[in-house]
């Protein structure tokens, strides 16, 4: 059974995860997005009373993905064989259809990767992606030039998102949530609330609890090299009730894949929709 997780299609439920409830609203707001046309609006236009809304923690103390700066340009060989990343991000692209001119924001973008698969899908939406690591994103924009891709990449921490509100169609991150204490998760999942439009989708991977001995001692390398604050949240298999608190509705399981660490799973939400963009997504 365990052979054919990653061929899951889209909202189809994972036999692992049947065994768990994932609290989902209605059916209605599952599916693609209604077409819609991003407009930029200037850093200014960032609500002042942000700040007082939501106290922002300090960012993410930066270490990168690899734990030193000179290994990074090797980041994308080594995912790809430690998390089957090409198999992962084409999977997630094929999880997240975009209609053209829609916005996506990928939230930990690294290298770009997923960003690259999402605009091979829909070549007309428009791409931003944050991460901390300005090497990451040097590697990402050498991508984009090599494909001709016009994003936009900033330099920023999850928990900090340096957008207006509502500006997003959907967000996308991947393998970013367990480099987060659970306290960061909180932040970064408000902030992704935030500049979602209100009916947007979010797709979250990263690794769920493991089930066994042998999926525990396959984490623990995981748990060690990123701290066992950061991944305590993973291993007791919170993250659908921390997507739950921060207001996402519809939250489900759409994918598991394994790999050598244990299960990357795949969760979809919504933004809370408002009543006459239900109707609209309905019909």
Known sequence: MRSQLG?????????RSSQRSVHSSSSALRGGFPTAFFVWRSPRAVPTDFSKRHTPLPAPEFRPALAFTALTPWFDVVAKIAVRDEFLKRHLS??????????VLDVGCGTGTLLL??????????????????????????????????WSLLVASATQLPFPDNCFDGVVTSLVFHHLTTPQKQQALREIQRVLRPGGRLLLADYDAPRTWLEH?????????????????????????????????????????PTAFGYITAWQARSPAHDGLTAVMMA
Not at 7 to 15: A, E, F, N, Q, W
Request: include cysteine; proline fraction near 9%.
């Open 7 to 15: 061929r899951l299609l889209p909202g189809k439920r994972c036999p």
């Open 94 to 103: 094929e999880l997240f259809p975009l209609a053209p001119g829609q916005s």
């Open 117 to 150: 698969r999402l605009h091979e899908q829909q070549p007309a939406a428009r791409l931003f992606g944050v991460d901390a690591d300005p090497n990451a994103l040097a590697l990402a924009e050498r991508k984009g030039r090599q494909r001709m891709v016009n």
């Open 217 to 257: 001692l396959a984490f623990l390398p995981v748990r060690l090299f990123d701290g066992f604050d950061a991944t305590e949240a993973h291993v007791q298999g919170v993250l659908p009730t921390l997507l739950q608190a921060a207001g996402c509705t519809a939250v489900e399981v759409c994918a598991e894949i």
